[in-house]
């Protein structure tokens, strides 16, 4: 097997580059092969897959994704990581071919040279619900796929209908995909060693409920059920209905005394319906 980085080959890489991880960029490194290895067996990375991977850092969850998918498509904001993930590649064995490494923002990127079918990711805390919202919106060809957030963040990603955790992330991303917990990460796996708690969320894509101007409709809902998300909706939605709001949210099946909270993706998605229609009523 293909030697991966562990916390000494991590140390010295970053002293060699005179690195210091900032936490404006979220960087913490894992530096245990194991749960890299860990994380490619739960996303289920084949050599069939072309992998995308957001924030590599110095490769070690890299390298473990080059052990098992067809290609690996690594996007890195920091170009002097960018610059050295090929070079530590082909330094551990690995086929220069194998990796492309785009220096971009994977808050804003909306195409890439060749399609993904899985992300596998360590997302940076601050960033990582719009980062995973912007790929499952950007790239269809991603079935599935594991990242790594804080747990707090996947708890409201994995969180269900009438749940304190759920909300409008939640709501979205159940626009595209299914989400699940798991399992949790030691603190210890990362340098340096962050003041959060780590977990994994699965995610596998489904079909989407509607078109394109329909999802905008819906995610405008969820945004407003949720930016008020202590009143009830025909509150909570009256600018964004008018003075119809309680009529249209009937005839959507909607209990217009509920608040945001308990409405899944596909109840929004009713009344999303009903703003592309011009807030009929029928």
Partial sequence: MTNLLGAVEIRALAEKMNLKPTKKLGQNFVVDANTCRKIVMLAEVNTSDIALEIGPGL???????????????????????????????????????????????????????????????????????????????????????????????ADRLAAVANNKDYGSPTAKANWWANLKLAGMVSRSVFWPIPNVDSSLVRFDRIKELGSESERL??????????????????????????????????????DPTDRGEVLTVEQFYSIGKKLVNGNSTK
Avoid: C, H, W
């Fill in 59 to 153: 490769g070690s969850l890299t390298l473990a994704l080059l052990e098992q998918a067809n290609q690996v498509v690594a996007v890195e904001i920091d170009d002097r990581l960018a610059n050295q993930l090929p070079i530590t590649a082909s330094e551990r064995g690995f086929n220069k071919d194998k990796l492309i490494t785009l220096n971009q923002d994977a808050m804003t990127i909306s195409e890439l040279p060749i399609k993904p079918t899985v992300l596998v990711a360590n997302l940076p805390y601050n960033i990582s619900v719009p980062v995973l919202l912007n790929i499952l919106e950007k790239f269809p060809s991603i079935t599935r796929g594991v990242v790594m957030v804080q747990s707090e963040v």
């Fill in 217 to 254: 409709a819906t995610f405008s809902v969820i945004d407003q059920a949720f930016a008020k998300r202590r009143k009830m909706l025909r509150s909570a939605l009256s600018q964004l209905l008018g003075a119809n709001a309680e009529q249209i949210l009937i005839s959507a099946g909607i």
